[in-house]
């Protein structure tokens, strides 16, 4: 499904930005879900949803057990208050498959993905 994270208690989706392999597994061991062999998707795959992108590129090696772990994450959280909404609201999402399974998840905590 489409990638979005949890930040200042609101999901905030994640640009589709040199979204790979390493990125989508460490998205599947997150949710707890088969990533052996996690796709990646990109141009909003699953839609772009109602989440606005706040996190323009992350960058893992695939052997993280969160998105959070991953070197970059905090690097790239996007500033609410110095990028434009359109952009913001226009930008291509990063998708992920976790070996053909899914995942529900409707609580926002800090740091989890969905």
Known sequence: GRVEVC??????????YQWDYDNAQVV????NLPHQWAVPLTGSYF???????DIYYIRCYGYENSISDCPSFSSYIISR??????WRATRPVAGVVCDGYTALVTECEEGEVR
Do not use: F, P
Not at 47 to 53: F, I, S, T, W
């Open 7 to 16: 930040i200042d208690n609101a999901w905030t989706a994640v640009s589709e």
């Open 81 to 86: 208050s110095s990028t434009s909404l359109d």
């Open 28 to 31: 599947c061991r997150q949710l």
């Open 47 to 53: 839609g772009r949803g109602d989440a606005l992108v």
